[in-house]
């Protein structure tokens, strides 16, 4: 069978490249530590194909002290590319030929190039409106949800070399009062204006067996969809469920009696996506897994999230934080932890700020954001403890933190960013939180605040003669399978209109289907503490939206919503649900709530769950007839 590779290269030029200084070419220079030779061979002409328009543009690359790719003024022209936008480029080669596609996503952004002369500002004009009677700028920024303010104010005309024919205006740029560091910003303008650090470009390639998603990954139609890669994978059965519920939100709760493999089933998932240069000698703990082990006497997040000492003057960072600090390091692994027997104490006690901060991710041009877990002031303390470091990067906090003295594969552009100590600690878009759970006489029940912000599964274990052989999935895998699976955790989809935006032939169906199923289940639940809102929808378009992804040519939209909402009542509805005969009675109706549940949900044909939410109703109904009281876990 042969193979197919897809390469995604994006880049932000600046307004040299868009022929805006003094050379008036047009081009893209490509950082020299990346290789794009695969998409544009030295010195060759190639043809690339606007995936909007359909349009060719015939491209040059030049090599010599810079590889350049030239001839880009016609597209330049064509979207009226600015400095902030971004330039997509896909290759797709199957062993055969190479197929080059451009497209373009563009935004309101005002670009800030600071050096040790001062700022100089692209698009100054964009901020007008901000401009105060002295001629300084007042900006009001939203950022990891506070507000701050920036001011810019003029400092002077010079050269920015000595032959430059003209000069450049510089400006003084703060934040709350604060200098920006040295390096270039966007202030992305909109509703709510942010400011963030962008790479000058973005590299990503997955190879693959299966042709059928490709027109899910070239960006079609829309300028500012962005595409998805769903690599194929040969997994068991019991991967297939938990992979979906990843993908539509990065926190599981993993179900089921003692013993039946589910602290493992993480430990495995991080086995299988750890790349060389994360994994242990010994085989025993990759390097992108961390175990907490969940006491009976939390009843606050310290344990966690740590805490400040006022006996050590200085806070006391916890192997959570230090595991989060981690991930930032490596965004394009993913990171498991796993909370050990969570509900061996009340989790919303301990783990309150970590489900308020999961429903505040974002997607930006930058990766999933969300709000603030650890504030910034903490690790500029950090950074004053023992060697004094002024100007501490996340690379030398992170080094600090696990007592280590260097790490050589952290990129570049990730290791000397300031988002530590001038943002604060967010929770990494490629961390993935699975707890798991054992409901029993020693364990604390669930409110429905963390099932509602959950992904529910159920693992009550299968055949005895399954546990033989298991050991040898406790092992690292060869990296072209590594990129397969680490691929295959991106959360692609925050809200139910990306998805939307994503697949505009299906929206309709989407909307429609995803809204009404739901509104059926709400009347059925009328009445009880059990019906569900706007954070359920969401999450059953997302995971249709997955689903949709890696869809089959056989797959109609109508079976993956059935199959989705199938999902969603197994994951999110039934685990809430609990209540003795008087709460499932209905006067006007022969058949109780759980009853007319079933009626509701169609056959699922083929299903990748063991079990599917008709057979889970039909043993919750069991359940109240025999005990007059029934609820999910058994």
């Given at each position: 069978?042969?193979?197919?590779?897809?390469?995604?290269?994006?880049?932000?030029?600046?307004?040299?490249?868009?022929?805006?200084?003094?050379?008036?070419?047009?081009?893209?220079?490509?950082?020299?530590?990346?290789?794009?030779?695969?998409?544009?061979?030295?010195?060759?002409?190639?043809?690339?194909?606007?995936?909007?328009?359909?349009?060719?543009?015939?491209?040059?690359?030049?090599?010599?002290?810079?590889?350049?790719?030239?001839?880009?003024?016609?597209?330049?022209?064509?979207?009226?590319?600015?400095?902030?936008?971004?330039?997509?480029?896909?290759?797709?080669?199957?062993?055969?030929?190479?197929?080059r596609f451009i497209s373009i996503r563009k935004f309101e952004r005002v670009a800030i190039i600071t050096s040790s002369k001062g700022s100089e500002i692209i698009n100054i004009e964009k901020l007008?409106?901000?401009?105060?009677?002295?001629?300084?700028?007042?900006?009001?920024?939203?950022?990891?949800?506070?507000?701050?303010?920036?001011?810019?104010?003029?400092?002077?005309?010079?050269?920015?070399?000595?032959?430059?024919?003209?000069?450049?205006?510089?400006?003084?740029?703060?934040?709350?009062?604060?200098?920006?560091?040295?390096?270039?910003?966007?202030?992305?303008?909109?509703?709510?204006?942010?400011?963030?650090?962008?790479?000058?470009?973005?590299?990503?390639?997955?190879?693959?067996?299966?042709?059928?998603?490709?027109?899910?990954?070239?960006?079609?139609?829309?300028?500012?969809?962005?595409?998805?890669?769903?690599?194929?994978?040969?997994?068991?059965?019991?991967?297939?469920?938990?992979?979906?519920?990843?993908?539509?939100?990065?926190?599981?709760?993993?179900?089921?009696?003692?013993?039946?493999?589910?602290?493992?089933?993480?430990?495995e998932l991080a086995f299988k996506s750890c790349p060389k240069y994360l994994q242990d000698e010994d085989h025993t703990t990759p390097g992108n897994y961390c175990m907490i082990e969940v006491k009976?006497?939390?009843?606050?997040?310290?344990?966690?999230?740590?805490?400040?000492?006022?006996?050590?003057?200085?806070?006391?960072?916890?192997?959570?934080?230090?595991?989060?600090?981690?991930?930032?390091?490596?965004?394009?692994?993913?990171?498991?932890?796993?909370?050990?027997?969570?509900?061996?104490?009340?989790?919303?006690?301990?783990?309150?700020?970590?489900?308020?901060?999961?429903?505040?991710?974002?997607?930006?041009?930058?990766?999933?954001?969300?709000?603030?877990?650890?504030?910034?002031?903490?690790?500029?303390?950090?950074?004053?403890?023992?060697?004094?470091?002024?100007?501490?990067?996340?690379?030398?906090?992170?080094?600090?933190?696990?007592?280590?003295?260097?790490?050589?594969?952290?990129?570049?552009?990730?290791?000397?960013?300031?988002?530590?100590?001038?943002?604060?600690?967010?929770?990494?878009?490629?961390?993935?939180?699975?707890?798991?759970?054992?409901?029993?006489?020693?364990?604390?029940?669930?409110?429905?605040?963390?099932?509602?912000?959950?992904?529910?599964?159920?693992?009550?274990?299968?055949?005895?003669?399954?546990?033989?052989?298991?050991?040898?999935?406790?092992?690292?895998?060869?990296?072209?399978?590594?990129?397969?699976?680490?691929?295959?955790?991106?959360?692609?989809?925050?809200?139910?209109?990306?998805?939307?935006?994503?697949?505009?032939?299906?929206?309709?169906?989407?909307?429609?289907?995803?809204?009404?199923?739901?509104?059926?289940?709400?009347?059925?639940?009328?009445?009880?503490?059990?019906?569900?809102?706007?954070?359920?929808?969401?999450?059953?378009?997302?995971?249709?939206?997955?689903?949709?992804?890696?869809?089959?040519?056989?797959?109609?939209?109508?079976?993956?919503?059935?199959?989705?909402?199938?999902?969603?009542?197994?994951?999110?509805?039934l685990p809430r649900i609990e209540g003795d005969e008087e709460m499932f009675a209905v006067k006007s109706n022969p058949k109780n709530r759980l009853e007319q549940l079933m009626d509701l949900l169609?056959?699922?044909?083929?299903?990748?769950?063991?079990?599917?939410?008709?057979?889970?109703?039909?043993?919750?109904?069991?359940?109240?007839?025999?005990?007059?009281?029934?609820?999910?876990?058994?």
């Amino acid at each position: 069978m042969s193979t197919t590779k897809i390469i995604q290269y994006i880049h932000r030029p600046n307004n040299t490249e868009l022929g805006k200084g003094n050379t008036h070419e047009s081009y893209m220079l490509i950082p020299s530590n990346i290789d794009v030779s695969s998409i544009f061979p030295s010195s060759v002409e190639v043809v690339v194909t606007d995936s909007i328009s359909g349009k060719k543009y015939r491209l040059k690359s030049a090599s010599g002290k810079e590889f350049r790719v030239n001839q880009m003024g016609d597209f330049y022209r064509d979207y009226s590319v600015n400095q902030g936008d971004e330039i997509i480029i896909t290759n797709v080669n199957n062993g055969t030929d190479n197929k080059r596609f451009i497209s373009i996503r563009k935004f309101e952004r005002v670009a800030i190039i600071t050096s040790s002369k001062g700022s100089e500002i692209i698009n100054i004009e964009k901020l007008d409106d901000c401009k105060q009677s002295d001629g300084s700028y007042h900006i009001t920024l939203y950022q990891n949800g506070m507000y701050s303010t920036m001011k810019i104010s003029f400092l002077s005309s010079q050269r920015k070399r000595s032959d430059s024919p003209n000069t450049t205006d510089y400006y003084d740029v703060a934040i709350n009062g604060n200098p920006i560091t040295v390096g270039t910003h966007y202030i992305t303008l909109g509703q709510k204006n942010t400011f963030s650090d962008l790479q000058k470009c973005e590299y990503s390639e997955v190879e693959f067996d299966d042709l059928n998603f490709l027109r899910s990954f070239i960006p079609t139609g829309n300028v500012n969809t962005k595409p998805h890669i769903v690599p194929t994978l040969e997994t068991s059965s019991q991967f297939r469920p938990l992979l979906t519920a990843i993908r539509t939100k990065p926190f599981i709760l993993l179900a089921g009696i003692s013993g039946t493999g589910k602290s493992r089933i993480v430990r495995e998932l991080a086995f299988k996506s750890c790349p060389k240069y994360l994994q242990d000698e010994d085989h025993t703990t990759p390097g992108n897994y961390c175990m907490i082990e969940v006491k009976p006497n939390w009843h606050d997040s310290t344990e966690l999230l740590g805490y400040y000492s006022n006996i050590n003057k200085g806070y006391q960072f916890k192997k959570f934080v230090k595991f989060l600090v981690k991930a930032k390091m490596f965004p394009k692994v993913p990171f498991f932890v796993c909370l050990d027997e969570m509900n061996l104490a009340p989790v919303e006690h301990y783990f309150a700020e970590v489900l308020s901060i999961l429903e505040t991710r974002k997607n930006t041009s930058n990766g999933i954001k969300t709000d603030i877990i650890i504030e910034p002031r903490y690790f500029v303390e950090l950074s004053k403890i023992g060697d004094y470091n002024p100007s501490a990067t996340d690379r030398d906090i992170y080094l600090k933190l696990f007592a280590i003295d260097t790490e050589n594969d952290i990129n570049t552009e990730i290791g000397n960013r300031h988002d530590l100590t001038t943002v604060g600690l967010t929770l990494p878009g490629n961390v993935i939180i699975i707890g798991t759970v054992n409901m029993d006489d020693t364990t604390h029940q669930f409110s429905r605040k963390v099932i509602d912000r959950a992904m529910t599964i159920e693992m009550n274990g299968g055949k005895l003669s399954d546990m033989f052989g298991g050991s040898k999935n406790l092992d690292y895998l060869p990296d072209a399978e590594q990129k397969k699976w680490q691929s295959a955790f991106r959360q692609p989809y925050i809200n139910a209109d990306e998805v939307l935006d994503a697949h505009p032939d299906a929206a309709e169906a989407i909307k429609t289907q995803c809204t009404e199923k739901l509104e059926q289940i709400n009347a059925v639940l009328k009445g009880t503490p059990f019906e569900v809102s706007y954070r359920v929808l969401n999450e059953l378009v997302i995971m249709t939206g997955v689903m949709l992804d890696s869809k089959k040519d056989d797959e109609t939209i109508d079976n993956i919503i059935n199959q989705a909402v199938d999902n969603i009542m197994l994951m999110k509805i039934l685990p809430r649900i609990e209540g003795d005969e008087e709460m499932f009675a209905v006067k006007s109706n022969p058949k109780n709530r759980l009853e007319q549940l079933m009626d509701l949900l169609p056959e699922i044909a083929t299903t990748d769950n063991p079990q599917t939410a008709k057979s889970k109703i039909k043993e919750m109904n069991d359940r109240l007839n025999a005990q007059d009281f029934t609820r999910f876990w058994p």
